[in-house]
């Protein structure tokens, strides 16, 4: 929350500009896109090799890296297949299921709301949508920072088996939040920062009553118009295709098996490290239970463009940009420099601030640093890899050495962080 050719032109979409482009594949098989000079950054000489090694033990059948640094250069590189099994290269340009940084393109929407006078996020939630529990003390606010104590839907032990016997299903937001609102509240609004889905469900839901058209088209008409987005959509509830060319997207276990943890047990991990235990395909599922929440489809370069613009200031005033990053909190007082929420955007670490996103099939992670000016995207066809992590954090992690030295906090992954009532890992896959 969380499917060719190769690149036939430039990207040029809204803030990030790349000229002269050009592909190459080098000597390991790596699809990689450079300037017109073919000379790569000095990084990518460390980082490549600990992409390539970090997929081969964690069982990632494919990656899509983009790293955007005024100061050392620009890459973008494919790693791996489109498929368990085939020879076919994942591309720069495949599509992808973003999971949970859908939440940031929700988020955006009703600041800009707020933006424009439509709502307040100090309004409790009942102004626009009753029957919310606790619905007159949670704050627009309070839903963005995932702190308004409502049950996640996606944590509900017959939704999960609904999901893996009938795979084709369509959701509506209200029987998504019928099934959150038939569990007690997990605590009061305000009291601390718990992942929910359901809040993101209620947040899409006032969108489009304040709007008075679907969320797809707000955010088609306030971000992805503006940004120049052509590769990003939020796709109808009822379409569960993935735009051409996308690789297949695998998960390990199944939804009911993933409720406490995505860790399997220690023999099937090194079965699946070896490749004697395959993942499943869940390239073609429905997803119109994540919506609002994770049902968003892009592109790692779109992405790469999008996450400057959210976190560097493009889609809100300079006055709600600031509140926007002001409110992030540490999610875990104790150790503030790990992770961090606000309203709808993540800080991983003390560096990066933007998002991830998990769903069955697929993992990716968008993140950049205001001070650096530093953009890293990672896109995988893996959810999470046999001992439990997600699949781009994992690469991320073996990325941010390279950035920010030796000791550089690799940061939470905030989408799979503190939502169950039972765990400490709160499980994205399906957007738990």
């Given at each position: 929350m969380g499917h060719r050719t190769g690149i036939a032109a430039c990207i040029a979409a809204g803030l990030l500009i790349i000229t002269s482009c050009g592909t190459s594949t080098d000597t390991t098989g790596t699809s990689t896109q450079s300037t017109a000079s073919g000379a790569e950054p000095a990084y990518v000489a460390a980082i490549r090799p600990v992409i390539t090694t970090l997929m081969?033990?964690?069982?990632?059948?494919?990656a899509v890296v983009v790293v955007k640094s005024p100061k050392q250069g620009d890459w973008a590189a494919a790693f791996g297949t489109r498929a368990i099994g085939t020879s076919e290269p994942i591309e720069v340009d495949d599509y992808f299921r973003v999971g949970s940084n859908t939440k940031t393109m929700t988020s955006t929407v009703i600041l800009q709301l707020a933006q424009d006078g439509k709502l307040s996020l100090d309004d409790p939630i009942d102004k626009y949508w009753p029957g919310v529990p606790n619905g007159d003390r949670i704050t627009i606010a309070q839903l963005n920072e995932m702190r308004s104590g409502l049950y996640s839907y996606t944590f509900d032990p017959q939704f999960n088996a609904a999901l893996d016997n009938e795979p084709q299903k369509v959701y509506t937001p209200e029987e998504l939040l019928a099934i959150a609102f038939a569990h007690p509240v997990?605590?009061?609004?305000g009291e601390k920062f718990e992942y929910s889905n359901t809040n993101f469900i209620l947040l899409g839901l006032v969108i489009e009553k304040l709007t008075k058209m679907t969320a797809a088209e707000s955010f088609q008409k306030r971000i992805f118009e503006p940004l120049s987005l052509t590769h990003?959509?939020?796709p109808a509830p009822t379409d569960s295709s993935i735009p051409d060319p996308h690789p297949q997207g695998y998960a390990f276990?199944?939804?009911v098996s993933t409720i406490d943890t995505y860790a399997l047990p220690p023999a099937e991990q090194a079965e699946a490290v070896a490749g004697t235990l395959k993942p499943g395909n869940q390239t073609?599922?429905?997803v119109s239970w994540a919506w609002t929440a994770g049902g968003a489809i892009s592109t790692a370069a779109d992405m790469a463009?999008?996450?400057?613009?959210?976190?560097?200031?493009?889609?809100?005033?300079?006055?709600?940009q600031k509140t926007r990053l002001d409110s992030i909190q540490p999610i875990d007082p104790a150790d503030p420099d790990q992770a961090g929420?606000?309203?709808?955007?993540v800080r991983f670490g003390t560096h990066l601030i933007g998002h991830d996103g998990q769903l069955p099939g697929f993992?990716?992670?968008m993140g950049h640093d205001p001070a650096s000016d530093l953009t890293i995207v990672v896109a995988t066809n893996l959810a999470t890899v046999p001992s439990g992590e997600g699949s781009a954090l994992v690469l991320v992690k073996g990325m941010l050495p390279t950035f920010y030295g030796a000791d550089a906090l690799p940061g939470k992954d905030v989408a799979t962080t503190g939502a169950s009532p039972t765990s400490t890992t709160e499980a994205t896959t399906p957007g738990r």
């Open positions: 081969k033990d964690n069982a990632i059948p494919g997990n605590f009061q609004p990003t959509s939020l276990g199944t939804n073609n599922i429905n463009t999008y996450v400057k613009a959210l976190v560097g200031g493009g889609l809100l005033d300079a006055k709600m929420y606000g309203l709808g955007i993992m990716t992670f």
